[in-house]
C-alpha cells in the first residue's frame, strides 16, 4: 500500500465515495466521523494524510487542526467545507492546514492537491537529508544550505578542505565566511588540532603585528611578558584571517614573507619559528581594486587566492530562507523556551520578500527578535521589524541589471497586479479576483504565496 489517509467526515456517504477513489490511488485508507474517532485512529497509527471537514459534531474541524498539528506534526493536513469562505479558507491555513478544498469538488481535483502534497513533502526531505549531511560534514557548526550556489559553494569547500593551500572567501558582510572557513577546517586533515580566528579590523594596527607573529618580553613598552602570537597557537591547524583587506600595507610583506617561509620571529627576537599553518582568509571588499588602488600588495593578494570561493548574497539565495529561518527559530525556541510550532505563511512571505541587506547575520537577528516578541505559537508578520515587514515594490525584481531571470518578472508584476486590484476593490478579495480574471480560489493560493496581508 502507499500513503496513508485518514478521511474525517460525518458524511458516511462522502467518506465511502472519497474512500473508493483514493484506494483507487493506492493510498492506504481509515476514516472516521468525528473528530475524537480521527484523534483514537491516530493513536493506534498515524496518517501521511488527514481529509478533514469542516463542520461536524463535537469539535469541528478548524478546531481540530491545531490537535492534529501537534499528533502528527509531519502530516498534510486539508480542510473540506461546502459553507466555507475565503476569509476562513485563509484561518485554516494559519491553524496548519497545507490546503482547503471547497465541496463540492471533482475526484480529480484531489488527487491533483494530493499529488502537490507529495512532492511538497519529497522536496522537505531532500532538504532535510541534504542539511543532515553537511551538519555532519562540519561538526557542531551547521550550514544550512538547498540553493544551487550555495551547494556549489559547499562543493568547492569539500574539495579544498583536504590540501593545505590558501583559501580566500569573499562576500558581503554577514553571509557567514567565518562559518564557513569552519566548515572547511572540520573537513581537512587538520580537523583534531586548534581553529583560531582573528579579525584584522578589530585590532589596533600598533599591537596587530605583536597579535599575530608574537613578541619577547620587553620587545616595546608594555611588554612585560612573552606572547606566542596567533600563527604559533594555530601550529598544525588553521588561522582564519577575517577582514584580511584591513591588514595595513607594512605588515602585508610580513604575512607574505610567513606564508612563504613557513616561519615566523616575533616581535624584538632575533630568531625565527618555523610553523605548519593553513591559512584562510576572508574580506567583505572588493580586493582586486585595492590592489589596483596600491591598498593591497599584488603579490600576497595571488598568494592568499589560490582556491577563490564566492560567498553568495542572501538575496542571490532565496531558496534558503525557509530553511535559514526554521533553523534560527528551532535554536532560539531552546533557548529562550518559547513554545512555538513555525512561522505563518505571512511572515515567511515577508521573510523571502525582503532583500536582506545584512545576509544571514539580520536574518537571525530578526527571527531572535520575532521569538521574544511572539504572542502566539506561530512567528507572524506582525512580530516582524518594519523594514521586513513591509513588502517593497517590487521586492523580487532585480534592481541588479544582470538579472534577467523571466519568472521571478513574471512574479513581481502578478504580484502587484493582484495589490492593485485589492486596493481598487477596497480589498474585496471576490471583486478583485473578478477584475484580475481568475478564479476566487487561485486568487487565494496567490495571496498566500506572496505574502500578502490582510
Not at 608574537?214 to 582564519?240: C, N, Q, Y
Request: hydrophobic share 45%.
Amino acid at each position: 500500500m502507499g500513503e496513508r489517509i485518514l478521511i474525517v467526515d460525518d458524511d458516511e456517504a462522502l467518506r465511502d465515495s472519497l474512500a473508493l477513489t483514493l484506494s483507487a490511488e493506492h493510498y492506504e485508507v481509515v476514516t472516521a466521523c468525528d473528530a475524537e474517532g480521527a484523534l483514537r485512529a491516530l493513536e493506534q497509527q498515524p496518517a501521511d494524510v488527514v481529509l478533514c471537514d469542516l463542520r461536524m459534531p463535537g469539535m469541528d474541524g478548524m478546531q481540530l487542526l491545531p490537535q492534529l498539528a501537534r499528533k502528527v506534526p509531519s502530516a498534510t493536513l486539508i480542510l473540506m467545507s461546502a459553507f466555507g469562505t475565503a476569509d476562513l479558507a485563509i484561518e485554516a491555513m494559519k491553524r496548519g492546514a497545507y490546503d482547503y478544498l471547497a465541496k463540492p469538488f471533482a475526484p480529480s481535483e484531489l488527487v491533483l492537491t494530493l499529488r502537490k502534497a507529495r512532492e511538497r513533502e519529497r522536496l522537505q526531505r531532500a532538504n532535510q537529508i541534504l542539511r543532515r549531511d553537511v551538519l555532519r560534514a562540519v561538526g557542531d557548526r551547521p550550514i544550512v544550505a538547498a540553493s544551487p550556489a550555495m551547494i556549489a559553494v559547499l562543493e568547492l569547500i569539500e574539495r579544498a578542505a583536504e590540501f593545505k593551500s590558501t583559501v580566500l572567501l569573499t562576500g558581503e558582510s554577514g553571509t557567514g565566511k567565518e562559518v564557513l572557513a569552519r566548515a572547511i577546517h572540520a573537513q581537512s586533515p587538520r580537523r583534531e588540532e586548534a581553529f583560531v580566528a582573528v579579525n584584522c579590523a578589530a585590532i589596533p594596527e600598533a599591537l596587530l603585528e605583536s597579535e599575530l607573529f608574537g613578541h619577547v618580553k620587553g620587545a616595546f613598552t608594555g611588554a612585560d611578558r612573552t606572547r606566542r602570537g596567533l600563527f604559533v597557537e594555530a601550529d598544525g591547524g588553521t588561522l582564519f584571517l577575517d577582514e584580511i583587506a584591513e591588514l595595513p600595507v607594512a605588515l602585508q610583506a610580513k604575512l607574505l614573507r610567513v606564508l612563504q617561509e613557513e616561519e615566523v620571529r616575533p616581535v624584538g627576537d632575533a630568531k625565527s619559528r618555523k610553523v605548519d599553518v593553513r591559512v584562510i582568509a576572508a574580506t567583505a571588499r572588493d580586493v582586486e581594486r585595492d590592489v589596483a588602488d596600491g591598498r593591497f600588495r599584488e603579490d600576497l593578494f595571488y598568494r592568499l587566492n589560490v582556491v577563490r570561493v564566492k560567498v553568495p548574497a542572501l538575496r542571490e539565495r532565496r531558496d534558503d530562507i525557509p530553511l535559514l529561518a526554521d533553523h534560527f527559530l528551532a535554536r532560539f525556541r531552546e533557548q529562550l523556551g518559547r513554545p512555538l510550532r513555525g512561522i505563518a505563511d505571512d511572515a515567511m512571505g515577508r521573510l523571502r520578500a525582503y532583500r536582506w541587506p545584512g545576509n544571514v547575520r539580520e536574518l537571525e537577528n530578526v527571527i531572535e527578535r520575532a521569538v521574544i516578541l511572539a504572542e502566539g505559537d506561530r512567528l507572524t508578520a506582525r512580530e516582524l521589524p518594519d523594514t521586513v515587514a513591509q513588502p517593497a515594490p517590487a521586492e523580487d525584481a532585480a534592481d541588479d541589471a544582470t538579472d534577467l531571470s523571466l519568472r521571478r518578472a513574471r512574479r513581481t508584476m502578478e504580484r502587484e497586479w493582484i495589490l492593485r486590484a485589492l486596493r481598487a476593490c477596497n480589498g474585496n478579495r471576490t471583486h478583485a479576483a473578478r477584475r484580475l480574471q481568475i478564479s476566487h480560489r487561485a486568487l487565494l493560493y496567490k495571496i498566500k504565496e506572496y505574502g500578502i496581508a490582510e
